[in-house]
Antibody, heavy 120, light 110 residues
Protein backbone atom coordinates (compact mmCIF):
# COMPACT_ATOMS: atom_id res chain seq x y z
CA UNK A 1 0.00 0.00 0.00
CA UNK A 2 1.49 3.28 -1.11
CA UNK A 3 1.46 6.03 1.52
CA UNK A 4 2.32 9.70 1.05
CA UNK A 5 3.43 12.08 3.79
CA UNK A 6 3.90 15.82 3.44
CA UNK A 7 6.48 17.64 5.55
CA UNK A 8 7.76 21.18 5.90
CA UNK A 9 7.37 24.42 7.87
CA UNK A 10 3.89 25.29 9.04
CA UNK A 11 4.61 29.03 9.02
CA UNK A 12 6.17 31.06 6.24
CA UNK A 13 6.70 34.81 6.18
CA UNK A 14 5.26 36.92 3.35
CA UNK A 15 7.53 37.29 0.31
CA UNK A 16 9.55 34.23 1.32
CA UNK A 17 9.55 30.75 -0.25
CA UNK A 18 7.25 27.94 0.83
CA UNK A 19 9.02 24.59 0.66
CA UNK A 20 7.37 21.21 1.17
CA UNK A 21 8.42 17.61 0.62
CA UNK A 22 6.24 14.57 -0.04
CA UNK A 23 7.79 11.25 0.93
CA UNK A 24 6.45 8.12 -0.73
CA UNK A 25 6.53 4.85 1.20
CA UNK A 26 5.30 1.36 0.40
CA UNK A 27 6.22 1.71 -3.24
CA UNK A 28 8.60 3.32 -5.69
CA UNK A 29 8.22 6.89 -6.83
CA UNK A 30 9.47 5.77 -10.22
CA UNK A 31 6.94 4.67 -12.81
CA UNK A 32 4.27 7.14 -11.74
CA UNK A 33 3.45 10.83 -11.88
CA UNK A 34 2.92 12.89 -8.74
CA UNK A 35 0.94 16.00 -7.92
CA UNK A 36 0.51 18.85 -5.48
CA UNK A 37 -2.98 20.13 -4.66
CA UNK A 38 -3.96 22.76 -2.10
CA UNK A 39 -7.07 23.86 -0.23
CA UNK A 40 -7.41 27.32 1.24
CA UNK A 41 -9.26 27.48 4.58
CA UNK A 42 -12.94 26.86 4.01
CA UNK A 43 -12.45 26.79 0.25
CA UNK A 44 -12.23 24.28 -2.57
CA UNK A 45 -9.35 22.32 -4.03
CA UNK A 46 -6.81 23.86 -6.40
CA UNK A 47 -4.47 21.80 -8.57
CA UNK A 48 -0.91 23.13 -8.28
CA UNK A 49 1.15 20.95 -10.57
CA UNK A 50 2.43 17.53 -11.62
CA UNK A 51 5.84 15.94 -11.90
CA UNK A 52 6.86 12.77 -13.71
CA UNK A 53 9.55 10.66 -12.06
CA UNK A 54 11.79 11.64 -14.97
CA UNK A 55 11.53 15.26 -13.83
CA UNK A 56 9.10 16.57 -16.43
CA UNK A 57 6.67 19.06 -14.89
CA UNK A 58 3.33 20.73 -15.60
CA UNK A 59 2.15 23.72 -13.60
CA UNK A 60 -1.06 25.62 -12.92
CA UNK A 61 -0.75 28.70 -15.15
CA UNK A 62 -1.79 30.97 -12.28
CA UNK A 63 1.17 29.79 -10.16
CA UNK A 64 3.73 28.99 -12.82
CA UNK A 65 5.88 32.08 -12.39
CA UNK A 66 6.46 31.31 -8.68
CA UNK A 67 6.46 27.53 -8.73
CA UNK A 68 9.08 24.80 -8.89
CA UNK A 69 8.35 21.10 -8.40
CA UNK A 70 11.26 18.67 -8.28
CA UNK A 71 11.81 14.97 -7.68
CA UNK A 72 14.54 12.94 -5.98
CA UNK A 73 14.12 9.27 -6.89
CA UNK A 74 17.04 8.24 -4.65
CA UNK A 75 15.12 9.54 -1.62
CA UNK A 76 11.74 8.51 -2.98
CA UNK A 77 10.35 11.99 -2.51
CA UNK A 78 9.26 15.02 -4.50
CA UNK A 79 9.17 18.65 -3.48
CA UNK A 80 7.30 21.92 -3.93
CA UNK A 81 8.79 25.39 -3.82
CA UNK A 82 6.49 28.41 -4.10
CA UNK A 83 8.24 31.76 -4.00
CA UNK A 84 7.09 35.25 -3.00
CA UNK A 85 4.19 33.92 -0.96
CA UNK A 86 1.32 36.05 0.31
CA UNK A 87 -1.56 35.41 2.68
CA UNK A 88 -3.48 34.02 -0.30
CA UNK A 89 -1.09 31.05 -0.31
CA UNK A 90 -2.22 30.00 3.16
CA UNK A 91 -3.70 26.55 2.66
CA UNK A 92 -3.56 22.86 3.41
CA UNK A 93 -1.16 21.39 0.89
CA UNK A 94 -1.75 17.82 -0.27
CA UNK A 95 0.49 15.58 -2.32
CA UNK A 96 -1.04 12.79 -4.36
CA UNK A 97 -0.22 10.18 -6.96
CA UNK A 98 -1.62 10.84 -10.38
CA UNK A 99 -3.65 7.73 -11.19
CA UNK A 100 -2.21 4.33 -11.96
CA UNK A 101 -1.99 1.80 -14.73
CA UNK A 102 -3.42 2.94 -18.04
CA UNK A 103 -5.56 5.66 -16.49
CA UNK A 104 -3.67 8.55 -14.95
CA UNK A 105 -6.04 11.51 -14.97
CA UNK A 106 -7.16 11.23 -11.38
CA UNK A 107 -5.53 11.43 -7.96
CA UNK A 108 -5.09 8.52 -5.59
CA UNK A 109 -3.78 8.04 -2.98
CA UNK A 110 -3.42 11.37 -1.19
CA UNK A 111 -1.26 12.42 1.71
CA UNK A 112 -2.98 13.61 4.88
CA UNK A 113 -2.16 17.23 4.04
CA UNK A 114 -0.15 19.87 5.87
CA UNK A 115 -1.31 23.35 6.82
CA UNK A 116 0.96 26.18 5.76
CA UNK A 117 0.19 29.63 7.10
CA UNK A 118 1.71 32.73 5.54
CA UNK A 119 2.07 35.40 8.18
CA UNK A 120 4.64 37.75 9.61
CA UNK B 1 -8.50 28.19 -16.35
CA UNK B 2 -11.66 28.79 -14.27
CA UNK B 3 -12.94 26.46 -11.58
CA UNK B 4 -15.70 24.06 -12.57
CA UNK B 5 -19.15 25.05 -11.30
CA UNK B 6 -20.86 22.92 -8.66
CA UNK B 7 -23.92 23.67 -6.49
CA UNK B 8 -22.81 24.85 -3.08
CA UNK B 9 -25.07 22.40 -1.31
CA UNK B 10 -27.46 19.50 -1.85
CA UNK B 11 -29.44 17.41 0.59
CA UNK B 12 -31.40 14.20 0.77
CA UNK B 13 -32.91 11.75 3.20
CA UNK B 14 -31.49 8.32 3.96
CA UNK B 15 -32.30 5.87 1.20
CA UNK B 16 -32.92 8.58 -1.38
CA UNK B 17 -30.76 9.48 -4.37
CA UNK B 18 -29.02 12.78 -4.99
CA UNK B 19 -27.18 14.09 -8.02
CA UNK B 20 -24.40 16.66 -7.95
CA UNK B 21 -23.63 18.53 -11.16
CA UNK B 22 -20.29 19.83 -12.35
CA UNK B 23 -20.31 22.30 -15.23
CA UNK B 24 -17.21 23.16 -17.17
CA UNK B 25 -16.46 24.28 -20.70
CA UNK B 26 -15.50 22.87 -24.06
CA UNK B 27 -11.88 23.24 -22.92
CA UNK B 28 -12.21 20.71 -20.12
CA UNK B 29 -15.32 18.64 -19.29
CA UNK B 30 -16.76 18.97 -22.78
CA UNK B 31 -13.68 17.66 -24.55
CA UNK B 32 -12.08 15.13 -22.23
CA UNK B 33 -13.56 11.98 -20.67
CA UNK B 34 -11.27 12.49 -17.70
CA UNK B 35 -13.63 13.67 -14.99
CA UNK B 36 -13.05 12.42 -11.46
CA UNK B 37 -15.01 12.87 -8.26
CA UNK B 38 -13.73 13.07 -4.67
CA UNK B 39 -15.38 12.78 -1.27
CA UNK B 40 -13.89 14.77 1.61
CA UNK B 41 -14.92 14.46 5.23
CA UNK B 42 -13.96 17.32 7.61
CA UNK B 43 -10.27 17.37 8.41
CA UNK B 44 -9.52 14.48 6.06
CA UNK B 45 -7.86 14.12 2.69
CA UNK B 46 -10.11 13.71 -0.35
CA UNK B 47 -10.90 10.16 -1.46
CA UNK B 48 -11.55 9.26 -5.09
CA UNK B 49 -15.00 7.91 -5.90
CA UNK B 50 -15.13 8.05 -9.70
CA UNK B 51 -12.52 8.47 -12.43
CA UNK B 52 -12.71 8.74 -16.21
CA UNK B 53 -16.32 9.97 -15.91
CA UNK B 54 -17.91 6.71 -14.78
CA UNK B 55 -15.30 4.24 -13.54
CA UNK B 56 -15.14 3.22 -9.90
CA UNK B 57 -11.91 2.27 -8.15
CA UNK B 58 -12.02 -1.02 -6.31
CA UNK B 59 -13.59 -0.65 -2.91
CA UNK B 60 -15.98 2.17 -3.83
CA UNK B 61 -19.61 1.07 -3.46
CA UNK B 62 -21.73 0.90 -6.60
CA UNK B 63 -24.09 3.41 -4.96
CA UNK B 64 -21.76 5.99 -6.46
CA UNK B 65 -22.01 6.53 -10.20
CA UNK B 66 -20.86 9.13 -12.68
CA UNK B 67 -21.97 10.40 -16.05
CA UNK B 68 -21.37 13.25 -18.48
CA UNK B 69 -23.33 15.15 -21.06
CA UNK B 70 -21.72 17.92 -23.09
CA UNK B 71 -19.99 20.31 -20.68
CA UNK B 72 -21.64 18.92 -17.54
CA UNK B 73 -20.62 15.91 -15.48
CA UNK B 74 -22.74 14.43 -12.71
CA UNK B 75 -22.24 12.30 -9.63
CA UNK B 76 -25.23 10.31 -8.41
CA UNK B 77 -25.36 8.79 -4.96
CA UNK B 78 -28.15 6.29 -4.50
CA UNK B 79 -29.37 4.77 -1.25
CA UNK B 80 -28.06 7.71 0.77
CA UNK B 81 -26.44 6.83 4.07
CA UNK B 82 -25.53 9.03 7.02
CA UNK B 83 -21.82 8.54 6.34
CA UNK B 84 -22.24 10.05 2.87
CA UNK B 85 -22.52 13.48 4.49
CA UNK B 86 -19.37 15.20 3.26
CA UNK B 87 -18.00 17.63 0.70
CA UNK B 88 -17.78 16.44 -2.91
CA UNK B 89 -15.43 17.79 -5.58
CA UNK B 90 -15.25 17.18 -9.29
CA UNK B 91 -12.07 17.49 -11.28
CA UNK B 92 -11.39 17.55 -15.00
CA UNK B 93 -8.37 17.24 -17.20
CA UNK B 94 -8.06 20.59 -18.97
CA UNK B 95 -5.50 19.91 -21.67
CA UNK B 96 -1.75 20.49 -21.71
CA UNK B 97 -1.42 18.13 -18.74
CA UNK B 98 -3.34 20.52 -16.46
CA UNK B 99 -6.35 19.95 -14.21
CA UNK B 100 -9.16 22.05 -12.81
CA UNK B 101 -11.34 21.33 -9.76
CA UNK B 102 -14.88 22.34 -8.97
CA UNK B 103 -15.72 24.60 -6.05
CA UNK B 104 -17.17 21.74 -4.04
CA UNK B 105 -20.65 20.70 -2.92
CA UNK B 106 -21.69 20.09 0.66
CA UNK B 107 -24.01 17.09 0.95
CA UNK B 108 -26.33 17.04 3.95
CA UNK B 109 -28.12 13.83 4.85
CA UNK B 110 -31.35 14.88 6.51
Amino acid sequence: QVLLQESGPGLVRPSETLSLTCTVSGGSLSTYQWSWIRQSPGKGLEWIGNIHYSGNTNYNPSLKSRLTISVDTSKNHFSLNLSFVTAADTAVYFCARRGSGTSINWFDPWGQGTLVTVSS
Amino acid sequence: QSALTQPRSVSGSPGQSVTISCTGTSSDVGTYNFVSWYQQHPGKAPKVLIYDVNRRPSGVPDRFSGSKSDNTASLTISGLQAEDEADYYCCSFAGSYTFVFGGGTKLTVL
